[in-house]
């Protein structure tokens, strides 16, 4: 058995792994252990119990949590922190994340994951990953995401992904990647994309291309810090993003064509809007925001250099029975996460009392 952390059998249907306070070895054993304990698909709901503390992993980066039906509980997402600091030298979306998430049906509730990656200090990029999920059908409950660049990255083209009440903290692509991903009244935070406070923010840039729906922001909020910022844009595939009576606390800050235009990789698109509000409530949806897409490619032809250009052109603001679609028992034919939520809350505010 791991040393620093404990597996009780607590009946046929269900073990627990109780991690030591603030103690990042035994927190990585735990994890070790339900690798091996849960490797098959149809193992049994494994709870790992993290108590409130700060559990620092160094350089330690891709911890992968491998098995399933594996839930890492925290006592509460404010107080339980699990951080590391990758070498600036290093960064990259798949060189830097805390975990790495490859199992199904896997669970995270009431922890926040920060990598301190030095944003600032990393030059053209810094990308810190939280989470890189690889996995299928994660759920995130009270989950607090901490970094800049890269914060959320849904890494396989045929997932779904579940948060609620969640916070997702970053600056440029923070939320990006595959797969359909609904995000149900969760925090958005977009932080100082440079040391003053110039530039502008990204929140999301999907390159879904296997899946149907890709990023729904629903009844979330966004909360700016300093820069301008953008909801998505893209970065691949045809990706699909939508906002859904999103609150902005600070819609000025909120620039006027409202998705960035400017494709990465790509000039396909499907980026709709519908229903966003103040901080009072109001309705301060656009009647409509046509915009056209555009990706350039330069490439040289003898001793000139050539500029091509991709456009598309769409509307971005929803009708009301467009909007309806968006549902989640549509958008997740056969799997209700916020039902499964509601039954995991049960089953671990009685397993947090052996803490």
Not at 104 to 116: G, I, P, S
Request: proline residues 2%; contains cysteine.
């Amino acid at each position: 058995m791991a040393v620093g952390c404990w597996l009780l059998a607590v009946s046929h249907a269900q073990q627990v792994i109780r991690v030591e306070k603030s103690n990042a070895k035994s927190l990585l054993d735990a994890v070790a252990q339900a690798n091996k304990t849960n490797a098959e698909q149809t193992a049994k709901q494994l709870f790992i119990l993290i108590p409130d503390g700060f559990y620092d992993l160094g350089e330690t980066v891709l911890t992968k949590i491998t098995g399933h039906n594996i839930a890492l509980i925290g006592q509460s997402m404010e107080g339980t922190i699990i951080q590391n600091k990758p070498d600036i030298k290093k960064e990259g979306i798949s060189k830097t994340a805390i975990f790495q998430n490859r199992g199904t049906n896997n669970y995270f509730q009431d922890l926040t994951l920060k990598n301190a990656l030095d944003y600032y200090a990393a030059g053209a990029a810094g990308r810190a990953v939280t989470l890189q999920d690889k996995g299928y059908r994660t759920i995130c409950n009270r989950v607090r995401l901490l970094s800049y660049q890269d914060t959320y990255y849904s890494d396989n083209d045929r997932s779904q992904f579940y948060f609620q009440d969640s916070e997702i903290h970053g600056t440029v692509d923070f939320i990006c990647g595959d797969g359909d991903v609904w995000f149900e009244r969760c925090k958005i935070v977009t932080e100082k994309r440079t040391p003053d406070g110039s530039g502008r923010n990204v929140i999301a840039a999907p390159k879904t291309s296997k899946t149907l729906w890709g990023y729904i922001f629903n009844r979330c909020t966004i909360e700016n810090i300093v820069s301008n910022f953008e909801f998505a844009r893209g970065w691949n595939g045809t990706p699909h993003c939508a906002f859904l009576y999103t609150t902005l606390l600070t819609p000025e800050k909120l620039n006027k064509n409202r998705f960035d235009y400017r494709g990465m990789n790509t000039v396909q698109n499907d980026f709709k809007e519908y229903g966003t509000m103040d901080a009072q409530g109001r309705d301060i949806t656009p009647k409509t925001n046509v915009l056209t897409f555009i990706m350039s490619k330069k490439k040289m032809e003898g001793d000139k250099e050539i500029t091509t250009e991709q456009t598309c052109t769409d509307e971005t603001i929803l009708k009301s029975e467009r909007a309806a679609d968006y549902a989640i028992d549509i958008v997740f034919d056969g799997w209700r996460p916020d039902k499964i939520i509601k039954k995991m809350e049960k089953k671990t505010q009685k397993l947090m009392k052996r803490l």
